[in-house]
């Protein structure tokens, strides 16, 4: 463990010079969230020193830092205390009992020198509950390690000091096919890239039908095509490590078994587009993974396969530079990446422009998932016939699965394209599963009785996410739990997904307290299909679908939250009167 | 030239030009309240979403392309935008009988011009504050569609990034760039561009209080369709 102790924010003079070894060397505009990030590790806040120093060297307004600062959900203005404690609060985190662990720890250390609190899916759901502290992931929660954390943070124990197997992740592999049973990575990868240059290994790609991993399935090859295309100064490779859909875990698991691969598959992109630089945009909520990743880049450096001269080639040279994500779902958007990366609040862009042509500081950039990178290291070794021989027509190959909730065996499944719905719960130990959602909380919510579907791009699409719904389960805990993340994560850029999104929650919310009526699914359903059509982006114009799929396919489902079902809207007298009530009660003060 | 369609009508643009710029230089009103044809679109609002191969698209942010099909003014588009401009208007608080900017307001003209006359959805009544503390001008709040005009008007023209956008999501809010974050302890004029582009209510010149009747303000005499963008001071 590499967290040392939480400095004190009293010494302003301090603070400055400590700032500005963290900006030293290159006190760059574009770094501001790195360095934003190593601050808050220090100090727990971001103390207003800091901000005064930033910045007078980096030229940017102090309201421009704040608002960056605003907009991550791991960076504060406020102290967070020496221990940040934020419980995983996807739905299979409350599934496995997050909610009572979550009281039971904040009332063990109750005047403890920390703060408490929930965060959206930390990616640890085949073996939640989890948690992370200070940024490191600890997984399996239960009374007896909350107990132990409890005592831990009580006795003020530095977090260095922390038992090692608190912090064991597992990879959980459960089924491997056709790629993960090959290995890759060993630089063979670029060889037979250099050997064939950059048209025939576009080639290689474009057949093997390789589409992205990320979620949009866009054609791998055609996108790094129109990347070499593009008119540049400079080319880009970034790989997407945000994966903050709910319920995904694959990349993780990927960059902790064979980071390699994933590196081999970016080398190889820059080799075909001509990049010298490139980054992998990795999600706080993986810090633990930073050193390894480093650890590996370092490696391969030595060993030819990264920096100069790669693999003895003059004029080829690359390297690659992890950056870290501070709790931003919109951040796994390409353009809101990209801004990220920049720096700046993960705003996503107008597009066009696309990344291909405007990307990272306005030049083309391939923004590809970490397993679309890892499947192009292992179609360079075997060729395109021997990755497109299975799954679909339209969807070739294999691809990873993310699997949790209820189920016996929940971990990393591979399956070739095509894969019913049927399959894989059986293969999973599936718990009188009465429904999976796909993709996360923006995608499908597929009742039992469709499972004979298929998993595939021209079926039911999903960035990797497959999480079980048990028969004991309500569907409205669920989308309880998603239209709170989505008003959590929405960035607040459009009018629909930014008050759609808080309409939601505060209807669902009206729901879970039986205070729901029939022209509130009316109002909902109407503000989803807005949301649909008009959002700017991706997440507005996705969150959608879950909602809409229970209302139209299980409408029942909301039945128990109705109070009045006549009523057209609901009224709270109490909630309408409380400020009345506050003024005029006796024993109250007055304004 | 090259052209395209809006609503059946023959529409001539320059490459490079967006449906929205195209239009208006063809005298051709398309709903909008974030575009503004002196900055950089910025597609937050959406009121200018119009259909295109039976998708929606914001006229402000997609190209325009030769033999496009668009159409504006039906039924179904005005509808999107009602329900949009609906979620504006719950959204703050839009007292619009006490409102200094009534009948000049953007999104009063806007929301007549598409039909809303009062919202159905529940409305959220925000806690916002309102800025008094500068001479000349007053800030309120309450009525901020975060349209960004102003962050782009104090940063693009005046050179002087007063105004900002902080937070996330529903805690998204218009800040002022100064170290108590009152718009008196910035560098803001009366005369920067800023002062005079919310097309709400928001950033108000003092001691005008009625100056004009309502009735006799801007959009009472041109509605907003029916005016071209820079004809407003
Ligand atoms: C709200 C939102 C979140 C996304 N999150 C991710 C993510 O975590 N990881 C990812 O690879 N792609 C994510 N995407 C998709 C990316 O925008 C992009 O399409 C993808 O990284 C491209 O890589 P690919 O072609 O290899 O799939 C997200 C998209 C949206 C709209
Ligand atoms: S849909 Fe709009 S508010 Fe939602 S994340 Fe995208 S740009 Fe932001
Ligand atoms: S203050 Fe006015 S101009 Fe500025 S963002 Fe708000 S509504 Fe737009």
Known sequence: ?591 | MPAFKIDDQEVEFIPGQSVMQAALAADIYIPHLCFHEDFKAHGSCRICLVMQNGRYLSACTIPAVEGMDIINIRDDVQEQRKQLLELLFIEGNHVCPSCEKSGSCSLQSVAEFCGLLSPSLPFMYPNRSVDASHADFLLDFNRCILCELCVRASRDVDGKSVFGISGRGSNAHLVVNSADGKLVSSSFEKTDRAASICPVGVILPKHRGFKVPIGKREFDVTAINERRENDAG
Not at chain 1, 424 to 430: A, S, Y
Request: a negative charge.
């Open chain 1, 1 to 591: 463990m590499s967290t040392g102790s939480i400095l004190q924010a009293n010494d302003a003079s301090a603070i400055v010079n400590t700032v500005k070894q963290v900006m030293h060397p290159l006190f760059d505009q574009t770094y501001l969230l790195q360095y934003l990030i190593k601050i808050q590790a220090l100090y727990a806040c971001i103390p207003p020193a800091a901000i005064q120093t930033l910045h007078e060297k980096l030229a940017l307004t102090e309201a421009q830092i704040k608002s960056v600062i605003s907009f991550y959900s791991f960076l504060s203005i406020d102290y967070q205390g020496k221990y940040r404690i934020l419980f995983s609060d996807n739905i299979t985190d409350r599934m496995a009992g997050n909610q009572s662990l979550f009281h039971q720890l904040s009332e063990a250390i109750k005047g403890a020198d920390a703060s408490i609190d929930f965060t959206s899916c930390t990616g640890l759901c085949d073996q939640g509950p989890a948690m992370l502290v200070n940024g490191h992931a600890i997984n399996r929660l239960d009374t007896q390690r909350i107990n132990d954390i409890a005592q831990l943070v009580n006795n003020n124990e530095s977090l260095t000091n922390w038992p090692d197997n608190l912090f064991k992740i597992e990879d959980n592999i459960r089924r491997g096919d056709i790629q993960l049973n090959a290995r890759a990575g060993d630089g063979s990868g670029i060889k037979n890239a250099m050997n064939l240059g950059y048209q025939k290994t576009l080639q290689i790609l474009q057949n093997s039908g390789l589409r992205g991993r990320g979620g949009a399935g866009f054609t791998t090859a055609k996108k790094w095509q129109l990347c070499k295309q593009s008119e540049a100064v400079q080319r880009y490779v970034v790989c997407n490590a945000d994966e903050g859909e709910p319920g995904t875990f694959k990349d993780r698991v990927l960059f902790n078994s064979s980071a390699h691969s994933v590196i081999e598959g970016m080398t190889i992109c820059a080799y075909v587009i001509g990049a010298q630089k490139g980054f992998i945009y990795l999600r706080g909520e993986y810090l633990y993974l930073l050193e390894h990743l480093n650890d590996v880049l370092q490696r391969r450096r030595e060993a030819g396969l990264l920096g100069q001269k790669i693999l003895g080639k003059l004029n080829f040279k690359f390297d690659i530079e992890v950056h870290l994500g501070a709790g931003a779902y919109i951040c796994g958007e390409e353009s809101a990446l990209i801004e990220s990366l920049e720096g700046k609040r993960g705003m996503p862009r107008i597009r066009p422009p696309f990344p291909v042509t405007e990307g990272y500081k306005n030049q083309p950039t391939v923004v590809n998932n970490v397993e679309t990178f890892w499947s192009v290291s292992r179609i360079l070794l075997k060729g395109s016939n021997w990755f497109n021989k299975l799954g679909t027509k339209e969807s070739t190959g294999t691809r990873l699965l993310s699997i949790s909730g209820d189920c016996e065996r929940p971990g990393i499944y591979e399956y070739p394209f095509g894969v019913t719905l049927q399959k894989i719960v059986e293969d999973c130990g599936g718990i009188e599963t009465q429904a999976v959602q796909m993709a996360g909380a923006a995608g499908n919510t597929v009742l039992a009785r469709d499972f004979d579907h298929q998993v595939s791009f021209e079926d039911l699409s999903t960035g990797g996410s497959f999480i079980l719904i048990g028969g004991n389960r309500n569907l409205l805990d669920m989308l309880t739990n998603f239209a709170d993340f989505f008003k959590h994560e929405s960035c607040g850029f459009c009018t629909p997904c930014r008050v759609g999104t808080s309409l939601i929650a505060d209807t669902l919310h009206r729901f879970e307290k039986g205070q729901g009526c029939s022209g509130d699914l009316q109002h909902l359903k109407k503000v989803l299909k807005l949301m649909q059509k008009s959002s700017f982006c991706g997440l507005g114009s996705s969150a959608p679908t879950a909602f809409l799929n229970v209302l139209e396919n299980s409408p029942d489902v909301f039945d128990c939250g109705m109070s009045v079902e006549s009523a057209e809207i609901y009224f709270d007298l109490n909630a309408a009167t409380a400020e009345y009530k506050k003024i005029t009660e006796p024993g109250e003060k007055g304004i």
